[in-house]
């Protein structure tokens, strides 16, 4: 838990010091990141390949929305596509080393579900991740854009499963850190609902 929140603070910082720098040179950030993971793939266990570097990245995005009006928000909001197209990057690496894993000790058919959520997670993080990067996000539509990234729901939805399963020493940090993400978006939710025209009445 330290090691994660201690990744989410420096590249917090990293964001309020660098945000426009962030966004400016974001091919050669994804560049370094992709030869950062690949190095620490071919290692044997280290924090990219445990998926804890992964993880603080999409918890910098996902508290991003939470946060009240203000420049920090402003900051986070602004590179939000970055840092998710970065923890993508770094989950990648994760994942693609389990699997390797797996298959070199023949166990991918009788692996723990979390497992296989796992890699439901990749597959719903690919199209998201590669419609992050600003060249191709601009080739698409706003509206089938913005429809394709609901799916960042379900994405969450499959993270939270995939590490509450594992049922580890840190299973009740995870239970916080999603509940508290779910009470946000349900009270936001909640907040956005249209006022009926008799209860606008009402309250005039
Ligand atoms: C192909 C996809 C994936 C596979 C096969 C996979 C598999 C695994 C496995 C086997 C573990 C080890 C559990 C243990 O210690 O016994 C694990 C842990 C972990 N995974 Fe994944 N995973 C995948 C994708 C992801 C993604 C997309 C994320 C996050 C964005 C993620 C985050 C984590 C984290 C943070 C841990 C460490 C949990 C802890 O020690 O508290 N994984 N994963």
């Known amino acids: ?12 910082i990293f964001v309020i010091l ?10 050669y950030l994804y560049g370094i990141c992709i030869v950062i993971a690949a190095i620490l793939f071919t290692q ?28 920090i928000r402003k900051k986070l909001m602004g ?36 497992f296989y959520i796992g890699i439901a997670s990749v597959v719903v993080m690919l199209p998201l991740a590669i419609t992050s990067i600003m060249i191709i996000r601009k080739k698409m539509k706003g509206k089938d854009w913005k429809k394709l990234h609901k799916l960042s729901y379900l994405f969450y939805g499959l993270v939270a499963t995939h590490l509450l399963l594992i049922n580890n020493e840190r299973f009740l940090f995870y239970v916080i850190l999603f509940g508290l ?10 907040q956005k609902q249209p006022i009926k025209p008799k209860e606008k009445i009402k309250i005039a």
């Open 1 to 12: 838990m330290t090691l994660i929140m201690g990744l989410v603070f420096v590249w917090f």
């Open 18 to 27: 660098f945000s426009k720098w962030i966004r400016k040179f974001n091919l």
């Open 44 to 71: 044997e266990t280290n924090i990219v390949n445990m998926g804890y570097v992964g993880l603080s990245f999409f918890i910098l995005v996902m508290f991003a929305s939470t946060l009240s009006q203000g420049t």
């Open 79 to 114: 590179n939000r596509a970055e840092l998710a197209v970065m923890g993508s990057i770094f989950s990648l690496s994760h994942g693609l080393k389990y699997l390797i894993f797996a298959f070199d000790f023949t166990f991918f058919w009788r692996a723990p579900i979390y």
């Open 181 to 190: 993400y779910v009470i946000y978006r349900v009270l936001a939710l909640i």
